[in-house]
């Protein structure tokens, strides 16, 4: 009973009316939020400045004093300074010796220095209790009380109570302390605000290999083509038809690329009969930027939306359309309506529809907003289940659109495939080997082993 109340108690923020006075070094923007933040949260704030002169940007309840005044008034010194100018903290050795002093700093490119600002600081001020945080916030975020991934505060360090304390501070002002150990990862989380998009980056290039690859497929059979045998100049197909020819493909081939690892794990797993063992590193890298390749695609579904919203507006289709009536006219005969046609036109669409409506719906239980408010079993429910019946009815929109050029020789300009074919490779794939995995007779030995049986035990490892 004692272990779990203590367990509590070191879980929860200190919720005590009083709190203890914090230092903060450092008058710029970051140093202002921050102290403004603490006041709020009920914190006496004390600047230590060069200049003791109190601005207007400095908020009222706080007091300004020299360094060595504001160090003397506080147990934890927050530096709000860049690395360089760290030469000043070195007469204050001993004031600070015992006192937690908090690094909040960052640098202009990865690893600029042999060791982290926060070792840094460390060799400087060897009495001091040196803790890295807040560097992953920005002022922005402490003003306007942001959301999700930005109230994550990354926290370490080596003394343990002085961690603690500043990790009570951070709960205190509405964050979420992550603790990452000692002072040896403060270099990894000094990196972590310089990366641009780091999960990004695969999904990214592979996104836009594709598209140049389709954009350029287009144009040679939908343009260069025609031209050549045709003689019809189709160029202006470059502005609106390739892109919306374009942005279809590429959903469904990114949406199946998705759900595409999970498929080659469960068959890895399924070949070693154990789930104990590593994926290869390419399988691994893949099934971590699962929910970026699916907002990615969810971006093309929504610009394919938008481009056949805003087709009939186009010259092209008006002048096509005018052409057929004054065909009829001219020849004194209505084309009677045919039922086939129409059946598979108003299925196409309404499959699309419904696809790209449960794709939205994919999309946003995947944000961090969302996802935190839903449990595990609900979350899985809606990634892997409709993710998959999303799968299905963006395939079958597909394939009611564009299956009618398999058997057409037309189809098959320069012996080369319509794009639409192309497009259906890889969902399909993952579609039939997800149905073969479902069978009881594989689904069965797959769950076992995803429940850690082994059919040879000494790969548990």
């Given at each position: 009973m004692n272990i779990n109340s203590s367990n509590i108690m070191a879980l929860a923020p200190n919720t005590s009316n009083k709190r203890e006075t914090v230092c903060i070094f450092g008058t710029g923007d970051f140093g202002r939020a921050l102290g403004h933040k603490m006041i709020q949260s009920g914190y006496p704030v004390v600047y230590g400045s060069r200049s003791t002169q109190i601005s207007n940007l400095i908020p009222k309840e706080a007091e300004v004093l020299s360094h060595a005044e504001a160090a003397q008034k506080a147990a934890v010194i927050i530096i709000a300074i860049q690395r360089q100018h760290y030469n000043f903290l070195t007469p204050l050795a001993e004031i600070l010796h015992g006192k937690v002093v908090v690094d909040i700093s960052n640098n202009l490119k990865l690893n600029q220095y042999p060791e982290s600002n926060a070792e840094y600081l460390a060799q400087l001020l060897p009495g001091a209790k040196v803790v890295k945080a807040f560097n992953t916030v920005s002022a922005w975020a402490l003003q306007s009380g942001a959301l999700d991934a930005s109230r994550q505060v990354f926290v370490c360090g080596d003394d343990v109570e002085a961690k603690q304390m500043v990790m009570n501070i951070v709960r205190a002002l509405g964050l979420t302390p992550l603790d990452q150990g000692s002072l040896l990862a403060a270099q990894g989380i000094e990196n972590y605000p310089l990366q641009l998009f780091p999960m990004w980056k695969f999904p990214f290039f592979l996104s836009l290999g594709l598209t140049a690859f389709f954009f350029f497929y287009c144009l040679a059979l939908d343009v260069i083509y025609t031209y050549i045998y045709e003689r019809n100049n189709f160029s202006f197909f470059i502005a609106f038809t390739i892109p919306n020819r374009i942005c279809p493909v590429m959903a469904l081939i990114l949406l199946a690329l998705v759900y595409l690892p999970g498929v080659l794990a469960a068959i890895i797993q399924l070949y070693r009969g154990t789930k104990y063992r590593r994926f290869p590193d390419w399988l691994d890298k893949w099934m971590l930027c699962r929910k970026q390749l699916g907002l990615i695609a969810l971006a093309f579904a929504s610009l394919h939306a938008v481009f056949t919203l805003a087709s009939p507006m186009r010259s092209f289709v008006r002048w096509r359309t005018s052409k057929g009536i004054i065909s009829q006219a001219l020849n004194n005969k209505t084309e009677p309506l045919d039922t086939t046609n129409a059946w598979i036109?108003?299925?196409?669409?309404?499959?699309?529809?419904?696809?790209?409506?449960?794709?939205?719906?994919?999309?946003?239980?995947?944000?961090?907003?969302?996802?935190?408010?839903?449990?595990?079993?609900?979350?899985?429910?809606?990634?892997?289940?409709?993710?998959?019946?999303?799968?299905?009815?963006?395939?079958?929109?597909?394939?009611?659109?564009?299956?009618?050029?398999?058997?057409?020789?037309?189809?098959?300009?320069?012996?080369?495939?319509?794009?639409?074919?192309?497009?259906?490779?890889v969902p399909c794939t993952v579609l039939v080997v997800k149905f073969v995995l479902i069978f009881p007779c594989i689904d069965k030995p797959l769950t076992q082993i995803r429940q850690g049986w082994e059919r040879n035990p000494k790969y548990s490892e």
């Open positions: 036109s108003d299925s196409y669409l309404a499959l699309g529809i419904l696809g790209f409506f449960f794709f939205v719906l994919v999309g946003i239980t995947s944000l961090p907003s969302v996802s935190n408010s839903v449990n595990w079993r609900e979350f899985r429910f809606v990634q892997s289940k409709l993710g998959y019946l999303t799968l299905i009815l963006c395939t079958a929109h597909t394939l009611l659109y564009g299956g009618k050029w398999f058997l057409s020789p037309s189809a098959y300009r320069w012996y080369l495939p319509n794009i639409y074919m192309l497009s259906l490779v």
